[in-house]
Structures are given as structure tokens and as C-alpha cells.
């Protein structure tokens, strides 16, 4: 996600999602007969107990026992294998056979492997075109003429029809019944009853596997790739919106459901019997709800969950983090963030570019989502692949907002932390190998990579707050022979991104990003305690109403207990002692409406920023009373009192503990490495500027930016060099 859209780039999902971002694949269709003109009957729990379906949804004797397989069916069966059953599928058509025997022999007459005759059936089946062929009304119903005529009438399902011809096979062949996450879920239902539908177990190669061959042939587009824009609900485009999202069927083969793993299908899939789980780990109705929701990509990729495996994650201080471990090697991940306006119960400000509160984080052999939101309400982390297929869903419940959350400053493809592109780069890090580094304002950082002679680095800083040339001195970078040195020093709390671009030596070589980090401050000054104590003694001014502040400002010769009270709260607030000197000024300052009005600017007072330098000149003017007399004075009044004297005693009583709170949150893991943390005016050596010739500097220098070139050992181009 290496850009933020704009607000009319922002799409609508069912459900009420907002999204900016289309995933590439088609869904399941909720039911057999999805699509068709007629509803047949959808199994029902413990389905099949009156009539002749009875049999195929319940063990014939002498079926084995169901138990999680023995084995995966890798290097079972190849590509080769499957040939000639998927040719002789195409090649048999139902009104060559005037029986189901007879069709089945002669489409697993020739194979002595099960599993061969099981994927001659399925191909048949899967590929037979009766949504849109019609079948004479006189056919004889058990020709397979005639079963094709129930199927295209919805009166009998894939389901039914493969386990009566596995079962003619001699191949052992049950129909599951159970509820499944299909196009008509959403992540974080809690009513799945809704789900209902039915696959099959079939027994070979020595143990039970899974088919589902309405996902294997049949997807819906629609569902859950046609989005379009959001549209004002008095325009002909919003009253057109449903109808262009009707769903559209469309043939597909997908083999993922072709002996689908037990293991893996119970993340979509729940049977009426646990024992047709097969699994070794066991899920009730409840845990089913409560798992993410993970796609058929997810487990082709060899991803696995490396957070606690919850699909619905709840978050009290606006933050939430999902972490997914790599297979064999790193694939490229990028993500979307939706915000749910129905379930939220309030629509996202205009302007909010929801992509730029979620971060991609490489941790290693694993990658962080990491999130943080600037409002209260119903979220949904949706991950894809580079193709920007969808690979797994969660549902984020945001109880509170983050206190005073901005974006993150860079929202890229490659995420924070070393990657693959910064291997493809020969760009590698000595020092710091994990994407957040926590720093301190004004304190230096160093790190340490290694890169070839022929490859040149340019290091730039970012942040959402300060133009890029205003940080240009906060990076200096040195090289010597195959080391690069970077010290980075941030000018003020806050988020900043560190981009680092490389390129050859040849002149027609361009730069391009090939690592980010993210520094941060926000573990080291965080103050966990005097946010908690902040809120506490925010609730009662804040519920001060507007008229209580405005009788204050109407006093015209107040005591001086007012005066001291409210100068003491706007000096708080950071206003200079200047401009509260006077109570005319202090008037001034209370008439203020909107952002800056005395109620909103104490919601957004962050007590991190507050110094306790401040807080005991504070606590100076307020100590002199106490809190009687200033309820006394006014209750208005009093009401500030308590909320600036608290305030400030809290932060004076945390400063002892400010520096050890390295408590984690989940973009500040506590196995994230600091670096090296230095005073700049005392770290040695120091970097500093040396003169080169006018030519020099012109190679030296892209968008104002220095950059690491090299030509013997020490490169002069650096415009940098160790004293």
C-alpha cells in the first residue's frame, strides 16, 4: 500500500465496509443452489432420518472409522496422475450411458486407484454444464440425464450426486452437513445458523479427505469484489448500488477443494459431527465464531497465525496488532483497513485515509500489522498477497481511540524493517534488524549495515508533520569500504520514517526504496499512569457545560483564586505566561469556540508533552489553596482546580519512573532493540561537513538529500567525514 487515496477513491463493501481496495478473487457461493431459479432444500441438522437420503449422510457398515488422515497427499498425486481422469471427464457425456453404473464404469473402469477414480468423479460432476443446458422433461430420472435435470431444477446438490456415483465406485463416500463461511459470511458473525451447507468425505489413500465441489466449480463475482464508490444517498448511482452488486455466478475450478486438508478446511467449515472434523484440533460452535478468517491462499503460502488466534480482537486504548508468520520464505503482504459506518453507528470524518493507520512491520519470519485508531468503532484488518488476493480477515472492536492518534508517517509495500528488497539490494542490517526503533527526541541513533563498493545509499528521513528538507540535518551517513554508518537524530516526539534507497553505479540507475524503518518515540515516553490519571480527572471538566464556562469568562472582577486558577490551566493548556498575564487575557482565551474552545483542548491535552518543570510551576500557583476554597470561589472554578493540580502532581510523582516504563504495546514490542542511544553534543566522533569541490557536490546531492557513493575507501561525496 505504498500510497494514501483520496477520499473518492474510498469503496463501499456489503455490510456497510468502507474499503480502498478490491481483492482479486471470486467467493463461495452460501448454497448448492445459489443462483437458480429454484431452492432445493438445504440439509438440516442431523439431516437424512425419513427418507432414501438417509444412507448418504451416514456410514455404510464396514467404513472406517473418521480420524484425522495419516498423511497429506503431497507427492500422492502429481499433475501426471490426474491427466486422464480430468480428459476422460470431458471426454464422457451423460447421454452416452443410460445408467449412473454404467457411467461410472466406464469413467474408473481403467484405475485401481481410488484416488483416481474419486478425481474421474469429481472432474464429471464439477464440469457438467447443467446451469445452462436444458434437459429433455421425459428423461428417465436414474439416467444421468435425469440426474442432471434435478440438478439444474435445484432438487439434488454436487454433494448428493458424488457420493451416490463414489459409492457405486466402491469407493467409501459420506455427505457432510454442517455451516460454512461462505460469500454470506462476514467476519465476526456470531449467527453462522444462517451458513448451512454440505460437502463430502471421501476414504483414500489410506484415510478420510475432504471434497467440496460446490467451491471447487462454482464462485460468485459480485459478493465480494464488486465494490463501487460511495454514493449520496439522494443520487441515482446510490439507488443503482444494489443492483451493482448483484452477485453473478461464474464457472472456476479451484483445487484447493480437492482433498482439501482437515486441518485446514475447519477454519471455513463446521460439521453437524465434530468427529467429521478429522482434526487434531478440535472447534465448538463458539471457537468457530471467534477464529480468523482464513482463506484458501492463506495455507497455499505456508502462512501461520503467530498472534493469538482470535478473529474478533477487542482493543480498549485504541490500538491492535495481528502477527503472521512466514513458510518457507517472506511473500509480500499488503493490507486494507475498513471501518464498519452500520455497525460503528457514526460515519468517518471526511478527509480520513483509513490505509495510513496501519503499517506493515518485518519482524524476521514474521510480519506485524500493527494498527492504531483515531476513532471508536467496528474495524476489519483484511490481508492479501502482492496480487492482492485475499488471504485472511479480522474483525477489530475499538472501544476507545487512541489518545491524539495521527497517521503513520509512510505507509509502503515493503513495510518497516529489513526485507526482501533489502536483500535483493545487498543492503544488509548489522545493528538493527527489526522495523521499530524507539528514540528519544534529540537523541542520536546509530546504525550500522554493510554494502557493496558498487552499490549507492541514500538515507532520507520522513514525517506526516515536517516538510522532508526540514529534516535533511537530522541524517548523516558515512561509508568505508563495505560499511555504511547512518546517525539519525528525530527533532521532536512523534513518528518518523528513516527511507533508505539504493542504487548501482551505473548513471542510468535510479534510486528506489529498499528498506524503511520506523522510529518512534513513543515507548520511552509514554507515562502510562498520568494517561490513566488524565482521563480520571478529565471526566468532571469535561462535563462542565458550556454555560458554567461562560459565566466564568463574564466575571469582571473575579477573586484572585479565580484568576490563579485559570492562568494555571492554560499554562497547562502551553500558553505562555504572556498571554494569561491579565485577566482580560484569560477571558479571551475562554471565549474561544471549536478546536479551540477550553473544553476540547483539555480532551486533546496530551500529558506526555507536559515537563515537569511546568508542572511544578503549576502546582506553585495552585498550592496556596485548596480545594474547598476553590469550590467555594466557584464550582466552575474548583472543577479546574482539581483537574490542573491533579495533573500536575501526577507527573511530577511519575518523572522518578518515566525512563524504566518500557511497558509494550503493540507497536512497541518489548523485543524491539532501542540502538544506540547518545547525546548528540558529547557523542564522539562527530560527523562533520568538509569542503568539496562544486562538481563533488553536485553528485552528492539528489532533492537536497546527501548520498553514500563511494570511489577508493572513504568517499568524499559522503560531504561527511569522521573527527
Known amino acids: 500500500m505504498g500510497g494514501s ?28 443452489t445459489q443462483g437458480t431459479q429454484e431452492t432445493a432444500a438445504l440439509p438440516p441438522r442431523n439431516a437424512g432420518s425419513k427418507d432414501g437420503k438417509r444412507s448418504l449422510y451416514t456410514m455404510e457398515p464396514g467404513y472406517p472409522t473418521p480420524v484425522p488422515p495419516p498423511n497429506n497427499l503431497v507427492g500422492i498425486l502429481s499433475v501426471t496422475d490426474v491427466t486422464v481422469p480430468n480428459s476422460l471427464a470431458k471426454e464422457i457425456t451423460a447421454d452416452s450411458c443410460n445408467t449412473m453404473e454404467e457411467l461410472v464404469e466406464e469413467l474408473t473402469g481403467d484405475f485401481n486407484m481410488d484416488i483416481l477414480k474419486v478425481r474421474a468423479i469429481f472432474m464429471w460432476v464439477g464440469t457438467q454444464p447443467f446451469t445452462v443446458q436444458q434437459y429433455p422433461d421425459d428423461a428417465d430420472p436414474e439416467s ?56 463430502n468425505a471421501v476414504y483414500v489413500a489410506g484415510g478420510w479427505r475432504i471434497i467440496f465441489l460446490l467451491w471447487a466449480f462454482r464462485s460468485i463475482a459480485g459478493k465480494s469484489t464488486g465494490v463501487v464508490p460511495i454514493a449520496d444517498p439522494t443520487s441515482e448511482d446510490y439507488k443503482n448500488q444494489e443492483k451493482m452488486l448483484k452477485e453473478k455466478i461464474i464457472s472456476t475450478v479451484k483445487e484447493y477443494y480437492f482433498l482439501t486438508s482437515p ?52 482493543t480498549d486504548n485504541g490500538v491492535s496488532e495481528v502477527m503472521i508468520k512466514h513458510g518457507a520464505g517472506p511473500v509480500a503482504l499488503v493490507h486494507d483497513l475498513l471501518y464498519n459506518e452500520s455497525q460503528s453507528k457514526q460515519k468517518l470524518p471526511p478527509g480520513v485515509q483509513l490505509p495510513r493507520y496501519c503499517v506493515i512491520i518485518n519482524d524476521g519470519d514474521k510480519v506485524r500489522f500493527s494498527m492504531r485508531f483515531p476513532f471508536a468503532g467496528v474495524y476489519k484488518l483484511q490481508v492479501l498477497d502482492a496480487e492482492f488476493e485475499w488471504l485472511c480477515s479480522f474483525k477489530i472492536i475499538c472501544k476507545t481511540a487512541k489518545q491524539l492518534c495521527e497517521p503513520f508517517p509512510e505507509v509502503s509495500n515493503i513495510g518497516f524493517g529489513p526485507c526482501r528488497a533489502t536483500l535483493d539490494a545487498k543492503l544488509t542490517a548489522e545493528s538493527h534488524n527489526e522495523g521499530v526503533i524507539k528514540v528519544i ?44 554508518t547512518i546517525k539519525v537524530t528525530v527533532p521532536h516526539r512523534g513518528d518518523f520514517c528513516l527511507k533508505l534507497l539504493t542504487k548501482g553505479k551505473n548513471p542510468s540507475d535510479k534510486y528506489r526504496v529498499v528498506c524503511n524503518y520506523l522510529l518512534t518515540t513513543d515507548e520511552f515516553n509514554s507515562k502510562k499512569k498520568p494517561r490513566t490519571t488524565l482521563k480520571k480527572h478529565s471526566h468532571d471538566v469535561l462535563a462542565l457545560s458550556s454555560r458554567t464556562i461562560s459565566e466564568l469568562h463574564r466575571y469582571k472582577e473575579p477573586v484572585p483564586i479565580m484568576v490563579d486558577i485559570m492562568r494555571a490551566t492554560y499554562l497547562l493548556l502551553g500558553e505562555n505566561e504572556s498571554t494569561v498575564a491579565e485577566w482580560e487575557d484569560l477571558q479571551t482565551l475562554m471565549r474561544k469556540t471549536g478546536r479551540d474552545s477550553l473544553s476540547v483542548r483539555i480532551r486533546l491535552f496530551d500529558v506526555t508533552k507536559l515537563k515537569v518543570p511546568l508542572a511544578k510551576k503549576v502546582l506553585g500557583i495552585l498550592s496556596q489553596y485548596d480545594k474547598e476554597t476553590a469550590l467555594g470561589a466557584s464550582a466552575g472554578a474548583g472543577t479546574f482546580y482539581q483537574w490542573a493540580s491533579g495533573v500536575a502532581q501526577d507527573v511530577i510523582s511519575e518523572e522518578s519512573t518515566t525512563q524504566t516504563d518500557n511497558s509494550s504495546t503493540p507497536l512497541d514490542s518489548p523485543d524491539t532493540p532501542q540502538g544506540k542511544q547518545r547525546d548528540t553534543p558529547h557523542d564522539t566522533p562527530r560527523f562533520t561537513p568538509i569542503d568539496t569541490s562544486r562538481d563533488q557536490k553536485q553528485n552528492t546531492e539528489e532533492n537536497g538529500v546527501p548520498i553514500t557513493t563511494r570511489s577508493d575507501s572513504v568517499s568524499p561525496c559522503l560531504s561527511l567525514i569522521a573527527t
Open 5 to 32: 487515496p483520496s477520499k473518492s477513491s474510498y469503496r463501499t463493501q456489503p455490510g456497510g465496509w468502507l474499503t480502498t481496495r478490491t481483492p482479486a478473487e471470486t467467493q463461495e457461493p452460501p448454497t448448492e
Open 144 to 199: 444421468p440425464t435425469g440426474y442432471l435435470r434435478r440438478m439444474a431444477m435445484g432438487k439434488m446438490s454436487y454433494a448428493e450426486i458424488f457420493t451416490i456415483m463414489c459409492r457405486l465406485a466402491k469407493v467409501p463416500c459420506v455427505m457432510i452437513p454442517g455451516v460454512a463461511k461462505s460469500s454470506a459470511y462476514e467476519v465476526g458473525d456470531e449467527n453462522v445458523d444462517k451458513l448451512r451447507n454440505v460437502w
Open 263 to 314: 486441518e485446514e478446511f475447519v477454519y471455513r467449515c463446521l460439521p453437524d459431527e465434530e468427529k467429521w472434523q478429522m482434526s487434531y484440533k478440535k472447534f465448538n460452535k463458539a471457537k468457530f465464531i471467534k477464529i480468523p478468517y482464513l482463506r484458501p491462499k492463506f495455507f497455499e503460502l505456508n502462512l501461520q497465525l503467530s498472534s493469538a488466534p482470535e478473529g474478533i480482537l477487542t
Open 441 to 484: 527526541e534529540k537523541k542520536e541513533i546509530e546504525m550500522m549495515f554493510s554494502v557493496p563498493q558498487t552499490v549507492s545509499v541514500k538515507a532520507v528521513l520522513n514525517s506526516a508533520k515536517i516538510p522532508g528538507k526540514a529534516l535533511k540535518d537530522c541524517v548523516k551517513q558515512r561509508v568505508q569500504f563495505d560499511s555504511l
